[in-house]
T-cell receptor, first 116, second 120 residues
């Protein structure tokens, strides 16, 4: 079974609108972390936002927020007020367990295109 | 603070040749990761070091790939001999070592710009 599933290969959004990128995960661990990364065409993976399994509040970082629904095992990324520079690949990832050396799983990514 | 440094940025070789990639992590980061990212896919972990010890290399094709981190700082990933299917971006990442459920957030991985390998 896939650990991280991103069902949207590609998305379009109009500049200044909000967009939601979907992510579901699969784990039986009680302790885990969920991450979103942005990968522009230059190739570097840029950390955006983190949500811990014990966190009761949804994480927010500027225009990024993570809609964490634990019972549904979903961790959707919401980008508010999209900008042209947001056009990139977006990857959802998970670390199972609480230790640094637990495995880190990436989804297949969603390509976001922001239209002017 | 300097980020994760990788070199070279691009490499073109012929199949059966050898190639090496270098990575210097963020200062103070004990954990170092090498990933392979094939076009259109998410990154796949090849090997993870904690200081100079290997924590996980279960997905490293050991017949042709090798990696070392001799002094617990910078690392080299080698492919010998290369195959066509090795064409990919090789990403290096590093993170601090922090444990405990409330501190898991600090185990964020920071990535370098990657090395794009083309095997002809």
């Amino acid at each position: 079974a896939q650990k991280i599933t991103q069902t949207q290969p590609g998305m379009f959004v109009q500049e200044k609108e909000a967009v939601t990128l979907d992510c579901t995960y699969d784990t039986s661990d009680q302790s885990y972390g969920l991450f979103w990364y942005k990968q522009p065409s230059s190739g570097e993976m840029i950390f955006l936002i983190y949500q811990g399994s014990y966190d009761e509040q949804n994480a927010t970082e500027g225009r990024y927020s993570l809609n964490f629904q634990k019972a549904r095992k979903s961790a959707n990324l919401v980008i508010s007020a999209s900008q042209l520079g947001d056009s990139a690949m977006y990857f959802c990832a998970m670390r199972e367990g609480q230790y640094n050396f637990n495995k880190f799983y990436f989804g297949s990514g969603t390509k976001l295109n922001v239209k002017p | 603070e300097a980020g994760v440094a990788q070199s070279p940025r691009y490499k073109i070789i012929e199949k059966r040749q050898s190639v090496a990639f270098w990575c210097n992590p963020i200062s103070g980061h004990a954990t170092l990761y090498w990933y392979q990212q094939i076009l259109g896919q998410g990154p796949k972990l090849l090997i993870q070091f904690q200081n100079n010890g290997v924590v996980d290399d279960s997905q490293l094709p050991k017949d042709r790939f090798s990696a070392e981190r001799l002094k617990g700082v910078d690392s080299t990933l080698k492919i010998q001999p290369a195959k066509l299917e090795d064409s990919a971006v090789y990403l290096c990442a590093s993170s601090l070592v922090v444990t405990g459920p409330s501190l898991l957030a600090k185990n964020i991985q920071y990535f370098g710009a990657g090395t794009r390998l083309s095997v002809l």
